[in-house]
T-cell receptor, first 111, second 114 residues
Framework: QKEVEQNSGPLSVPEGAIASLNCTYSDRVSQSFFWYRQYSGKSPELIMSIYSNGDKEDGRFTAQLNKASQYVSLLIRDSQPSDSATYLCAVRPGATNKLIFGTGTLLAVQP | DVKVTQSSRYLVKRTGEKVFLECVQDMDHENMFWYRQDPGLGLRLIYFSYDVKMKEKGDIPEGYSVSREKKERFSLILESASTNQTSMYLC?????????????FGDGTRLSIL
């Protein structure tokens, strides 16, 4: 079992819809969770971080964390074609400085 | 804003050459990381460093070494480049003292070994 799992996609949604991206992780003592967006040929850029159970909202983005189910998700409301990218889930397991990355979900927003 | 700068965006080298990839950050971060990213395999950690002259192996250190002589600079060295080291190389940095801080990435170096 991979430490951080994401569906590779592509996830295709129409413009204006809600895109839902999911991530599961295997280490129960994981403490910090991050979502990065990566455009083709570019480096990952941080869009959200979450540390406590529940929801965290930032503009059109909402991160959701459920530590009991070892599940973290990212919702993108009012999806735009410019949101088309690969979304990477990253997890910090325990008291470590390292991040474990999933392989990413490719999101395609159709105009 | 955190700035992580990688010395080259694109680099072409020949098999057997010694290759240096440089990374500099301007935020006084203790932690620095080197990853490679390949299609279908995601980001894989090569080496990381949490202090000057300190280094730890990541998941795929074979064929690589690193150097951290100054806090702001972390170098990745391919001792004898091989074609299977053709990849996108990403440098990142983060604060040591706050585990909730994310890693910040440079723009990446796309390295081709011929």
């Amino acid at each position: 079992q991979k430490e951080v799992e994401q569906n590779s996609g592509p996830l295709s949604v129409p413009e204006g819809a809600i895109a839902s991206l999911n991530c599961t992780y295997s280490d129960r003592v994981s403490q910090s969770f991050f979502w990065y967006r990566q455009y083709s040929g570019k480096s990952p850029e941080l869009i959200m971080s979450i540390y406590s159970n529940g929801d965290k909202e930032d503009g059109r983005f909402t991160a959701q964390l459920n530590k009991a189910s070892q599940y973290v998700s990212l919702l993108i409301r009012d999806s735009q074609p410019s949101d088309s990218a690969t979304y990477l889930c990253a997890v910090r397991p325990g008291a470590t400085n390292k991040l474990i990355f999933g392989t990413g979900t490719l999101l395609a927003v159709q105009p | 804003d955190v700035k992580v700068t990688q010395s080259s965006r694109y680099l072409v080298k020949r098999t057997g050459e010694k290759v240096f990839l440089e990374c500099v950050q301007d935020m006084d971060h203790e932690n620095m990381f080197w990853y490679r990213q390949d299609p279908g395999l995601g980001l894989r950690l090569i080496y990381f460093s949490y202090d000057v002259k300190m280094k730890e192996k990541g998941d795929i250190p074979e064929g690589y070494s690193v150097s951290r002589e100054k806090k702001e600079r972390f170098s990745l060295i391919l001792e004898s480049a091989s074609t299977n080291q053709t990849s996108m190389y990403l440098c990142a940095s983060s604060l040591y003292t706050d585990h909730n801080q994310p890693q910040h990435f440079g723009d990446g170096t796309r390295l081709s070994i011929l």
